[in-house]
């Protein structure tokens, strides 16, 4: 199983990015996949997720509504669309599959495979 996350980069305040992860080597459309984030001496955190059919969305509050994560499984690939960005943004994204098929996943502990992380800064 693999994940490659990209994307990242120097953004000013107010500014988007758009992230990407691309999988391969399991069966993609089974499987939740999250965007985690982790900043400096923080610990990784939760940002969204969409479920193995898309029918189901999830974000952490702190980007509800500025972020929107899609996904297509034609190609393997998810999105994390990144608008209004703030400082408090910057940190590596990693994208993730969930350990278990058809299930939806918050916790950190609950994914099992990652991608290498891309990161983001937010500053001026």
């Known amino acids: 199983v693999q994940l490659q996350a990209s994307g990242g980069g120097l953004v000013q305040p107010g500014g988007y990015l758009r992230l990407s992860c691309v999988a391969s080597g399991f069966t993609w459309d089974y499987y939740t996949i999250g965007w985690f984030r982790q900043a400096p001496g923080k610990e990784r955190e939760f940002v969204a997720l969409v479920s193995w059919t898309s029918s189901s969305t999830y974000y952490a509050d702190s980007v509800k509504g500025r972020f929107a994560i899609t996904r297509d499984n034609s190609e393997n690939k998810v999105y994390l669309q990144l608008n209004s960005l703030t400082p408090e943004d910057t940190a590596v994204y990693y994208c993730?599959?969930?350990?278990?098929?058809?299930?939806?996943?918050?916790?950190?502990?609950?994914?099992?495979?990652w991608g290498q992380g891309t990161l983001v800064t937010v500053s001026s």
């Open positions: 993730a599959q969930a350990s278990s098929p058809q299930t939806i996943a918050i916790g950190v502990s609950q994914y099992n495979y």
